[in-house]
């Protein structure tokens, strides 16, 4: 959506937050909102900056580490 992009944009992974047995993203079931669809959404937003917050979920707290370590080797 055109004018609804932000400079820098803050997005929190909570623990409803994880990856299935294919390792792709998911919502626990039985959650109010689809919380992959919302991160996705706030994250495409983002122009310059983009902060992730991750909020009791070890699991996705090492994934990102390890993505942003595979980026930092090439």
């Not at 390792?23 to 079931?29: A, E, V």
């Amino acid at each position: 959506v055109i004018g609804q992009d932000f400079n820098k944009v803050a997005c929190v992974v909570g623990p409803y937050v994880q990856y299935n047995e294919k390792r792709k993203l998911c919502s626990q079931p039985g959650t109010y909102y689809l919380e992959v669809g919302m991160m996705y959404q706030i994250m495409t937003r983002a122009r310059n900056k983009l902060h992730l917050v991750i909020y009791q979920n070890p699991e996705m707290f090492n994934r990102c580490i390890e993505l942003i370590s595979q980026g930092n080797n090439h």
